[in-house]
């Protein structure tokens, strides 16, 4: 069974030589590995090419395209040919077992279309250790219907990929692989959660930096039409600060929940107002925007039985 290892990467100049590191010192290897360079202008290609040379693993080929991240995630997977695609994201930080755990469940059972690791956080500055104890990472989902992997941390069947028509590049930045897993749930396919796959990542470095992530992540889901009760309750939160006493943490770093809730809250307002709509072609089923190839998919005969 062929493994393609693809990731995007834009200006990780200051990532790279860890997460080129952890790679290298993975129990097996891919048989591809591709990566999208989405316009960096630090240098990022070049030292991939360094960091991933003279070692045992692969070098990558590097493609570069100035795109959203989905855009970049479709194109590294186009330039592969192997049954089954696994996606990381630069940053992260692999455990040495990590490529072996994350296909296993796939290698093992030809029922299984998609597994997902488990994250944790990498604590590189008082600020990701402060977070880590206040907003600790969720373990790893559960299997089956609710497993909605990140794609830090993923496996899945080409054929899956394709019956969902692809990561949707339509959306700004974010988002990307949150609807893309939940199309790939509306049209039957079946998930697997391995905790054994780890990587550990590293938030922004600051309050502000990790306040804009939350930015788009909100905006993100706004434009993909998902999570919208969570992010109500963070409006909420927002225009009446005092609903923060009801919670177990009361008076404890309320001033960062409180921002952390505005910053999650504004940013889903934007994303309802400015975003970008679905293309035409794209259908809203059961409240999941799902592509035109997830709508052929869903009509099949074999998943309507």
Not at 75 to 101: F, H, M, R
Request: aromatic content about 12%; proline content about 7%.
């Amino acid at each position: 069974m062929k493994v393609a290892l693809i990731s995007t990467v834009f200006n990780e100049g200051d990532n790279i030589l860890a997460w080129a590191k952890a790679l290298g010192a993975q129990t097996i290897c891919p048989d591809e590995f591709v990566i999208v360079d989405g316009g960096s202008t630090d240098g990022t290609p070049g030292l991939l090419v360094q960091a991933f040379a003279g070692g045992g693993f692969p070098v990558p080929r590097i493609i570069i395209e100035k795109c959203n991240i989905a855009r970049g995630r479709n194109l590294a997977i186009q330039n592969t040919t192997a049954e089954v695609i696994v996606a990381t994201d630069a940053g992260c930080v692999a455990s040495p077992d990590w490529l072996a755990e994350i296909i296993q469940p796939l290698q093992a059972d030809p029922t299984v279309d998609v597994c997902g690791g488990a994250s944790g956080r990498l604590l590189q500055n008082d600020f990701h250790r402060y977070l880590a104890a206040i907003d600790p990472e969720p373990p790893a989902a559960p299997y089956g219907k609710d497993c909605y992997p990140s794609s830090r941390n993923v496996a899945f069947r080409r054929q899956a990929w394709a019956d969902a028509g692809g990561y949707p590049e339509w959306l700004t930045l974010a988002a990307e692989d949150a609807l893309f897993n939940h199309e790939l749930h509306w049209i039957g396919k079946k998930f697997f959660s391995n905790p054994r796959a780890k990587v550990s990542w590293a938030a922004r470095p600051d309050a502000a930096g990790y306040y804009k992530m939350l930015n788009g992540y909100g905006f993100g889901a706004a434009e993909a039409r998902l999570y919208a009760p969570y992010f109500r309750r963070r409006l909420l939160l927002t225009l009446c600060p005092p609903l923060l006493l009801f919670s177990s943490h009361r008076f404890k770093h309320f001033g960062f929940r409180y921002r952390k809730n505005a910053a999650s809250a504004t940013g889903w307002l934007a994303g309802l107002w400015r975003g970008r709509r679905a293309p035409k072609d794209w259908r809203r089923v059961r409240g999941v925007l799902l592509s035109p190839a997830a709508l052929r998919c869903l009509e099949s005969p074999a998943l309507k039985k």
